[in-house]
Nanobody
C-alpha cells in the first residue's frame, strides 16, 4: 500500500512564501509521477503542478506559473512545492498525489493518480 504524506502548510501574508513537502512510500520517489492539487471551500479540486517520474518534466497551472516551483529530492524520496508571491486566492487545502507511471500523459488530471495524501491547509491573508 502506497502512503502519501504532505507537510508544510500554514498561514502567511500575501507576498510571502511557503514550501510544501510530500513523501510517497513504497518505492523510490523517481518511480512516481507526482502531482499537487488544491481545493478551496466550495470549489472543485484543481490542478496546481506535476512532475513526471524519471524524466523529471514539470507542468504548472497558468495561475501559478512563475510563482510556484515543483522539485524532487530522490535521496530523501520527497517532492516539494515552493510557493512564492502568494496571493489570497491561493488559499486552499493542498493535496499531493502519486502514481506509478512513467509517461507524461494527463499529469494535470485528478484521474491520473491513484494515491492521495490527506491534504495540508495553506492560508494567505491580505
Amino acid at each position: 500500500q502506497v502512503q502519501v504524506v504532505e507537510s508544510g502548510g500554514g498561514s502567511v501574508q500575501a507576498g510571502g512564501s511557503l514550501r510544501l513537502s510530500c513523501a510517497a512510500s513504497g518505492r523510490t520517489s523517481s518511480d512516481y509521477a507526482m502531482g499537487w492539487f488544491r481545493q478551496a471551500p466550495g470549489k472543485e479540486r484543481e490542478f496546481v503542478a506535476a512532475l513526471s517520474s524519471s524524466g523529471g518534466r514539470t507542468y504548472y497551472a497558468d495561475s501559478v506559473k512563475g510563482r510556484f516551483t515543483m522539485s524532487r529530492d530522490n535521496a530523501k524520496n520527497t517532492v516539494y512545492l515552493q510557493m512564492n508571491s502568494l496571493k489570497p486566492e491561493d488559499t486552499a487545502v493542498y493535496y499531493c498525489a502519486a502514481e506509478l507511471y512513467f509517461g507524461t500523459y494527463r499529469l494535470d488530471s485528478r484521474s491520473r493518480y491513484s494515491y492521495w495524501g490527506q491534504g495540508t491547509q495553506v492560508t494567505v491573508s491580505s
